[in-house]
């Protein structure tokens, strides 16, 4: 059961917002596999623990090819996004890194979205994936002193993207 309040927001008016703790199941419909995610108010964007980062250009447009692991099956599967930015992120250890972004849509409790996600090696993480701030803001509330509050229920829509190979 996932709990929802209304609240009234200092702009926008009221909305509502649904309690998530600080690690979730999510499900990447692309692939139709379930990640644990840990929810970071504290990151602006979202990343995904991603392999073999290729960019590439294509009809005068910006790509990216990357491998993500299914964690069940370790079975590794191949998606084209078009890439949406490059952004630049510190790291604790005060290391630069630039990352390219891509649109991912995954289903997060019942909520269906089209989330940015930096693509990254988080193979060190306990967390495959992380849901920052600009993810959440919409429709979540964190509580910090819980996980896994909610399980992914979203209907999956049947459409097929035509992308370059």
């Not at 060190?124 to 920052?132: I, Q």
Request: contains cysteine; positive net charge; proline residues 5%.
């Amino acid at each position: 059961m996932v709990l929802t309040l209304f609240v009234t927001a200092a702009r926008g008016g009221p909305r509502e917002l649904i309690i998530l703790g600080w690690a979730e199941n999510v499900v990447l419909t692309d692939v139709g596999f379930r990640l644990r995610a840990k929810l970071d108010t504290g990151a602006e964007t979202s990343s995904l623990d991603a392999r073999i980062i290729k960019k590439f250009r294509q009809g005068g447009k910006r790509w990216v090819r990357f491998a993500i692991t299914n964690p069940k099956t370790g079975e590794e599967h191949v998606l084209v996004r078009q890439r949406v930015r490059t952004i630049g992120v510190v790291q604790h250890e005060g290391i630069n890194q630039v990352r390219p972004t891509v649109v991912l849509q995954m289903c997060v409790a019942d909520r269906l979205l089209d989330v940015e996600v930096s693509l990254v090696d988080r193979s060190e993480f306990t967390y495959r994936l992380l849901l920052g701030r600009s993810a959440l803001e919409p429709f979540a509330l964190i509580d910090p002193s819980a996980t896994f509050l909610s399980r992914p229920r979203c209907k999956m829509p049947q459409t097929v993207e035509g992308k370059p190979t």
